[in-house]
């Protein structure tokens, strides 16, 4: 009885072990489905043939210059990033999400939201507050960051694997905005202005922790630059 018994506690524990083992296997599974769901959706309810939400890109666009005009006084650090440029359920988007980010070199594919808050960045990526909205134009750089993985997703775990030259994509409700990366680099979270708009580009920024595991010690930033003609 007593070997029985010492059989049977054993194997659960060997089982617990397994489960425990396995759990951000799931855990990284569910939250990579979530995330390609919500980018079908969006893309799936989007019509280029009619503009959408034309208030909302005007705001946007109003939002852009002014962040510029006033030189981003409001970006303090890259820990005070969470508001957004404008809140989507008050225009209807109840999902939060204002595009979706393509990055062929990492077989990356993301849904975009606004503002950088826990909760957006535990279901994809997500624009940090004070920087441009992501829609394009000159005196703008919109910097979206992502987890340097999550709970066995990847996120932007491989940003690595980026190189000069490489194209990373932008749909949001509009149009397609398509980058080409210029310039990688490793920054210390307070140094913002490595991040800020630079006159007369348009700029699409990258960001992560770094080294992967490290528990932000530093940012990995890839800086890209619009170039299809506008």
């Known amino acids: 009885m007593r070997k029985t018994t010492s059989l049977v506690l054993a194997m659960l524990l060997a089982v617990a072990g397994i489960c425990v083992m396995l759990w951000p296997v799931f855990t990284g599974h569910r939250l990579q489905s979530s995330a390609a769901a919500a980018v079908q959706e969006f893309l799936a309810d989007r019509d280029e043939s009619e503009q959408q939400y034309p208030e909302l890109l005007a705001d946007l666009q109003a939002y852009n210059q002014r962040i510029h005009a006033e030189k981003q006084s409001g970006l303090v650090d890259l820990e005070a990033c969470e508001a957004p440029a404008a809140d989507l359920v008050a225009y209807g988007i109840e999902d939060e999400i204002i595009g979706v980010l393509e ?31 992501p829609i394009g134009g000159d005196d703008t750089n919109c910097v979206i960051a992502g ?68 528990g932000g010690k530093q940012r990995y930033v890839v800086c890209c630059e619009r170039t299809e003609v506008r």
């Open 103 to 133: 990055i062929p070199a990492m077989e990356l594919t993301m849904p975009v939201y606004l503002g950088a808050s826990d909760a957006h960045l535990a279901a994809g990526t997500a624009v940090l507050g004070n920087t441009s909205a």
């Open 147 to 214: 987890h340097r993985g999550w709970k066995g997703a990847d996120y932007f775990r491989h940003i690595d694997r980026l190189a000069v030259g490489d194209t990373v994509k932008l749909t949001n409700l509009w149009e397609t905005l398509t980058y080409t990366v210029a310039d990688i680099q490793i920054i210390q979270p307070h140094e913002v202005d490595k991040i800020k708009i630079q006159q007369d580009r348009d700029l699409l920024t990258l960001i992560t922790c770094h080294p992967y595991a490290s």
